[in-house]
């Protein structure tokens, strides 16, 4: 089972997940995460695990921030994961999203408001991979003009993956397509 991890402020019903929905049909859940980093964790976690008691494969895809949860989680099971433009340090790209206690976020997907503050910001700390136990696991798709997030600061710490860099592009990772066939054979 291939478990496609949203971005932030997305949801699993997001035109990326759509497209990695439609070519590995059942093969694939995407589920729509909570904006609370731990409970975004803690909902993973239990997918996950339901899936491996049963003794059902497990991989992951990631974008954005979702690539980032992946490798925390492909990290700790030892699961094979693909990532999208990763955020690899949330907490400082993240930092600017964070609203006050009056403020909302707003979610691209359905334009609903959420709480997204400091504390929020931080824990995401808590799930940072300094040691990556098993670098032939995680394949890595970079796009130079990422108008999000630098692209260099994935190529750096993911040095050690597979390591796609493409120049042009944008945070959406642009005609991802052309990349499910690789993604399905590296999954395999």
Not at 103 to 132: C, G, P, T, W
Request: net charge negative.
């Amino acid at each position: 089972m291939i478990i496609y991890i949203h971005g932030f402020a997305s949801a699993g019903f997001g035109v990326k997940a759509q497209k990695f929905l439609e070519y590995f049909e059942e093969e694939m859940i995407t589920p729509t995460l909570p904006t609370i980093p731990a409970l975004a964790i803690a909902t993973l976690e239990q997918i996950i695990e339901a899936f491996i008691n049963r003794g059902i494969k497990v991989s992951l895809i990631g974008s954005s921030l979702g690539g980032f949860y992946a490798l925390f989680l492909a990290n700790k099971y030892d699961l094979k994961a693909v990532l999208i433009n990763p955020a690899v340090i949330p907490w400082i790209t993240l930092e600017s999203y964070r609203k006050d206690e009056e403020e909302m976020a707003i979610n691209y997907y359905d334009n609903s408001k959420f709480e997204f503050n400091h504390s929020h910001v931080q824990s995401l700390r808590n799930f940072e991979v300094v040691m990556l136990k098993n670098p032939s696991n995680i394949l890595t798709l970079l796009q130079t003009d990422d108008e999000v997030l630098d692209y260099n600061e994935a190529a750096d710490k993911l040095e050690e993956t597979e390591l796609i860099i493409e120049d042009g592009g944008s945070h959406s990772f642009e005609d991802i397509e052309r990349y499910f066939r690789k993604v399905s054979t590296f999954l395999e």
